[in-house]
């Protein structure tokens, strides 16, 4: 009798510290996959680089508009907010950069100023506009090359530079 006492406590056990962990584990992948769902991204561009200064993350997405369908959401989302629709465009490169804070919290508020020097070092100064919870701007970058892309941001009293080379192919 004692021995199946012993048996049956053992089973009960086994069968608490089992649920435990598959709640646990069931409560920590949908947690962490809300907002992580990496099949949609609200991001325009596609991503060309990451950096990290002063605690604050910064993430890089690069339309080349001339590239896009006419029928593609990008695209017609694109040239409203540049008024470009059906014209030849002399800025055809969508550049964008996403902030998040030390919180990993979006950063909505700020200035951002990007300069983008060629191979032969001409540089254009072009400000950012805030869209889509990042800061974007457009940019001729035709020619084929690396490009030197200088950003400096001012979100509130507080001041970040960041530097990265891209190369056009």
Known sequence: MKEMMKKTMKLIMSVLILSVFFTGFVF????????????????????????????YM?????MDLRDKKPDDKD????????????????KPHHLMVYVMDKNNK?????????????????AQKEMGMFMSEGFGTT?????????????????????LMDKFDYEMK
């Open 28 to 55: 920590a992948s949908s947690s962490t996959m809300k907002g992580h769902d990496m099949g949609k991204s609200d991001k325009i561009g596609a991503l060309i680089h990451e950096s990290v200064v002063d605690g």
């Open 106 to 122: 979006a950063v909505l508020k700020g200035k951002v100023g990007f300069m983008i020097k060629n191979a032969e070092g001409d």
């Open 75 to 90: 695209k017609a989302a694109m040239d409203a907010s540049h008024n470009m629709a059906g014209k030849e465009i002399d």
């Open 139 to 159: 940019a001729d970058m035709k020619k084929k090359g690396v490009y030197t892309i200088t950003t400096k941001l001012v979100l509130g009293d507080k001041k």
């Open 58 to 62: 910064l993430s890089y997405h690069f």
